[in-house]
């Protein structure tokens, strides 16, 4: 019967420090890399300080990680500068900066008193991200797309017709391939 007992509290040891471990594995996850492609700052006229920062992140593949990263993002900034507010936009690439191509979007108030600094309700955090799944392929038609607008822009041509066939001539693609995805964010409970 002691044996047993023995067996009995070893195992009990043995699931409890797991659970242990895996809890602290999951509390001290191993942080996303990202990049730092623009970071303004729009304090002008404001007595709080302000930034707004543009990042990518190429491993944050869903929601939950590019909650993460912007999140993360936004702490580092906070720390290193004492900045009072942060917008954050994550991005799929450097070709997209500027497009509307957002993966994740972050506002924080380090004071909790919103945008306008007043009235303060406390909430520090807003962050909106997607699960969308964005190919090589599909980065490089949104670029080219882009790019074809505002070439034929300036010759002051603006149909979707004829930016499809630039982009159609320049990747050497079918026209049913040129697609610009719809990214919809949506709200990311952060504690």
Do not use: H
Not at 69 to 93: F, G, M, R, W, Y
Not at 94 to 122: F, I, R, V, W
């Amino acid at each position: 019967m002691t044996t047993l007992l023995k067996l009995r509290n070893i195992a009990t040891r043995l699931i409890i420090g797991s659970s242990l471990f895996a809890c602290a594995s999951i509390a001290m996850a191993t942080p996303i890399a990202y990049e730092i492609i623009q970071d303004t700052n729009t304090s002008i006229g404001s007595q709080r300080l302000r930034a707004s920062i543009t990042i990518i992140a190429p491993t944050a593949q869903d929601k939950a990680s590019r909650a993460a990263v912007v999140k993360q993002a936004v702490n580092d900034k906070t720390e290193k500068d004492k900045i009072t507010v942060v917008s954050i936009s994550l991005i799929p690439a450097k070709s997209l900066l500027g497009s509307g191509a957002l993966l994740a979007q972050a506002e924080y108030y380090a004071d909790g008193c919103g945008p306008a600094g007043a009235p303060c309700n406390g909430i520090k955090w807003d962050v909106r991200a997607s699960d969308i799944k964005i190919t090589d392929k599909a980065i490089q038609i949104w670029s080219q797309s882009i790019k074809s607008a505002n070439e034929l822009a300036k010759k002051g041509i603006f149909e979707d017709e004829k930016i499809t066939a630039d982009v159609v001539k320049k990747l050497r693609i079918k026209p049913s391939e040129v697609d610009v995805p719809y990214i919809e964010l949506e709200p990311v409970t952060i504690p």
